[in-house]
């Protein structure tokens, strides 16, 4: 069964560093989202992204993130600068528009820990 | 008002047992509602979707009112294999434009024990 992948399982940067977390969604899915979950909290949606732009971001995607896809397989999630509250895991879903329901799948996450 | 809003739990249930957990959205638009799974630090994975009609999945059955903004899942028979914690997600931007994000709930922690 087609699944998301995510690299790397975790990461653990200084505060200011430059971070890159990778994805590759499943590879006929056309929507590609990114989720933040800190611990113990909820999931929380960060940005959508479809035909090589962003569809949806919420608050939390602010100046300091970015998204891209560099090629035909990949999506990445860039933060410039870490923070300290930027750690959590950050998981990536896609989605395929001519399936019958909206289903996002979800990759097993990266464990980002900013120090 | 919290867009999903869940009880957080636990449950604690023995096995057999029948278990029921609810949720209210606050977005009287929602389109699309989800049950997700999600076992302790992985990703959330796709229990089922809930429609109007109600929907059964072998020993999960969920429920949606649209009036009430409300939504349910009844486990069946516990097995000790369904402790996690179930996440009631609304996409309200659901249907056929597939851009929406997830809105998720808190989730609901069930613990089935022998």
């Known amino acids: 069964e087609p699944e998301v992948t995510q690299t790397p399982s975790h990461q653990v940067t200084q505060m200011g560093q430059e971070v890159i977390l990778r994805c590759v969604p499943i590879?006929?899915?056309?929507?590609f989202y990114w989720y933040r979950q800190i611990l113990g909290q909820k999931v929380e949606f960060l940005v959508s992204?479809?035909?090589?732009?962003?569809?949806?971001k919420s608050e939390i995607f602010d100046d300091q993130f970015s998204v891209e896809r560099p090629d035909g397989s990949n999506f990445t999630l860039k933060i410039r600068s870490t923070k300290l509250e930027d750690s959590a895991m950050y998981f990536c879903?896609?989605?395929?528009?001519?399936?019958?329901?909206?289903?996002?799948?979800f990759g097993p996450g990266t464990r980002l820990t900013v120090l | 008002r919290k867009e999903v809003e869940q009880d957080p739990g636990p449950f604690n249930v023995p096995e057999g047992a029948t278990v029921a957990f609810n949720c209210t959205y606050s977005?009287?638009?929602?389109?699309?509602f989800f049950w997700y799974r999600q076992d302790c630090r992985k990703e959330p994975k796709l229990l089922m979707s809930?429609?109007?009609s109600g929907n059964e999945d072998g020993r999960f059955t969920a429920q949606l009112n649209r009036a009430s903004q409300y939504i349910s899942l009844l486990i069946r028979d516990s097995k000790l294999s369904d402790s996690a914690t179930y996440l009631c997600?609304?996409?309200?931007?659901?249907?056929?434009?597939?851009?929406?994000?997830?809105?998720f709930g808190q989730g609901t922690t069930l613990q089935v024990k022998p």
């Open positions: 977005n009287s638009a929602s389109q699309s």
């Open positions: 809930v429609y109007s």
């Open positions: 879903a896609s989605s395929d528009p001519g399936a019958s329901t909206d289903t996002q799948y």
């Open positions: 590879s006929n899915h056309l929507y």
């Open positions: 992204f479809y035909n090589n732009e962003i569809s949806e």
């Open positions: 997600v609304v996409n309200p931007k659901g249907g056929s434009s597939n851009t929406g994000k997830l809105i």
